[in-house]
Structures are given as structure tokens and as C-alpha cells.
């Protein structure tokens, strides 16, 4: 009989642009020890929403990866392109209080830095919207990584006011991920640290929804061997799931741990790899 679940609910939210490699593994493992350490829900989400970067078939080949490593999630996935409606409404109620105005620059004209805030104001007559951006309030944001600890930014003055929106019509990446984590009941994002980044925009767009953001923890990017991220723009190989018992382990040590010998199988990496996360965050355990 399976252990009743308390109220964590974690999630991992891979795109389908390519194969799982031994980056989103470090991701995905740590998600995946932190909801069993806690005896909580681990959520799968397919972030098939920025569909020029969509590789068909995909999305198959990760729930094949993730099974061949033992790692269950709970319920039906969750594919962001059945999800349309809900991002539509969800803008229609920023739309309604304020919170979004349409933007006619080219990226040209925005340049790299931060929005500089032409289109806050009001469009002339007439001009032709091409993106959706989000008025970012002023001030800075706080909040505790678990892995990274305090941090704080100014969305303001650091990104400005970002895109919803593309101009291609897409939803952005920002977006969809707040309402979704809302949807889903998210208590817990475990994520590689490239997202850090994201966490404060994703806090004020949870801020103007009115849903609580969960907890976050950002974990190491692996590096290929020009200190880049793997990743699937670099042509990161899909990680090994012939032999997996060394794939796991090698993003287990990624994490920080000793390697675990003498296992039996993946559902002996994963129980014995479960207790020591638990060592680790003692506080955790409801
Ligand atoms: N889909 C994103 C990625 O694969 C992760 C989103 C998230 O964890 O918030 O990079
Ligand atoms: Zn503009």
C-alpha cells in the first residue's frame, strides 16, 4: 500500500524540443527525491507550448526515459497545448485590472536591455499591437532559494516590463508557468539554477493573479566540457538508460552525494537515495 500523500505537490516541466539529457536528469532528480522525501505528489508537466521548438514524438521519448530510470510520477501528465483556454482567461483577468498593455516595438527597438517602457503609456490611434507585456510594479522582489538562499531582485529595473504575449501569438514561457503551477497546486519547484533567474518575474505575475508562488529550489547546471549548459541547443546527447544505475548515479554525485554502490536495481538507488535527501533536509519531513 502506498503512503498517503501530505500536502507537497512538486512537479518536473520538461519541453519537448529534444531527449531528457544528464542536465535535466540533475532537475528532475532532485524534484523527484524531494516529493518522495517528503511522501508528497510529483507532478509531470509537458511544456509543449512554444510549438516551433516542439520536437513531435518528444514528449514520448521523456516518459519512456523517466520509467527506464524508475522514476513514477502521479496522475496524467499535463501538456500545456490542452491548456489554452485556461492561459486566455487567466490574461483576460490581468487584461481587466490593468496589469497588461499591448507593446508595437520590434525587438530592434527594444535592444537588449531592459523594456524601456515606450508602450506603458498608451498606443497612438490605430498602431498595430505585435506582443502582450505585463506592467511590472516597482520594487524588489525577496525569497529564499533552498539550494541558493536569499535572493532579491528588482524586476523593474533589471528586465522591465516582459512579454506575455509573443508577437507570433504564443504565450511566454513566464506566463504559462505561473498559471499552471497554480492550477496544478504546486507546493515545491525544484529546477536548474539557468531559471533562477525567471523566479522573480514569475512572483509578480503570481502577485497580480492572486496565487500563492511555491517554495523554489535551483540546482546545478552541469557544464559540457566548454563550461557551457547542456542543453539541447548545444546538441547535449540524451542521457544512458542502459546502463542506469551509472546514469543515476552520475547525476547523483552532480547533487553533491557519494556514490551509492552495491544496488540492486533503481528502486534501490531510489529508496536509499530518498533517506540520505532526507538527511539532508531534515525540516522537511511532515
Ligand atoms: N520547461 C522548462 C525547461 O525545460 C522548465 C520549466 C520550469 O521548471 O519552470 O527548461
Ligand atoms: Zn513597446
Known amino acids: 500500500m502506498s503512503v498517503p500523500a ?12 529534444g531527449p531528457l539529457h544528464d542536465g535535466s536528469l540533475v532537475a528532475a532528480m532532485a524534484s523527484y527525491l524531494d516529493a518522495r522525501a517528503c511522501r508528497g505528489r510529483w507532478l509531470l508537466r509537458i511544456e509543449d507550448i512554444d510549438t516551433p521548438r ?31 483556454a ?40 490605430g498602431a498595430t499591437v505585435r506582443a502582450w507585456r505585463f506592467r511590472v510594479p516597482d520594487g524588489s522582489i525577496s525569497f529564499d532559494d533552498r539550494w541558493l538562499g536569499p535572493q532579491q531582485h528588482d524586476v523593474a529595473r533589471e528586465v522591465g516590463d516582459f512579454i506575455i504575449r509573443r508577437a507570433d501569438g504564443l504565450w ?18 525544484v529546477r536548474g539554477a539557468d531559471l533562477l533567474d525567471s523566479t522573480a518575474r514569475q512572483i509578480t505575475l503570481a502577485q497580480a493573479l492572486v496565487v500563492t508562488y511555491p517554495r523554489v529550489m535551483h540546482v546545478p547546471l552541469v557544464l559540457d566540457d ?61
Open 6 to 17: 501530505n500536502g507537497y505537490v512538486g512537479r518536473f516541466a520538461p519541453s519537448p524540443s
Open 54 to 84: 516542439v520536437v513531435p514524438g518528444a514528449d514520448r521519448v521523456i516518459l519512456q526515459q523517466l520509467q527506464a530510470l524508475g522514476m513514477h510520477w502521479d496522475g496524467e501528465p499535463l501538456w500545456q497545448s490542452q491548456r489554452l
Open 86 to 125: 485556461a492561459y486566455q482567461q487567466a490574461f483576460g483577468q490581468l487584461q481587466a485590472q490593468g496589469h497588461v498593455f499591448g507593446c508595437t516595438c520590434t525587438r530592434a527597438q527594444v535592444g537588449k536591455g531592459p523594456y524601456p517602457g515606450t508602450c506603458r503609456n498608451g498606443l497612438p490611434e
Open 172 to 189: 511566454a514561457y513566464q506566463f504559462v508557468v505561473v498559471v499552471d503551477d497554480a492550477f496544478q497546486g504546486i507546493t515545491d519547484i
Open 226 to 286: 566548454n563550461g557551457l549548459k547542456l542543453s539541447k541547443q548545444n546538441h547535449a546527447r540524451p542521457f544512458d538508460t542502459a546502463q542506469p544505475l551509472v546514469t543515476l548515479n552520475r547525476a547523483w554525485q552532480r547533487l553533491g552525494f557519494d556514490t551509492l554502490s552495491n544496488l540492486h536495481d533503481v528502486d534501490d538507488f531510489w529508496g536509499r537515495a530518498t533517506q540520505h535527501w532526507r538527511q539532508r533536509y531534515p525540516h522537511l519531513i511532515y
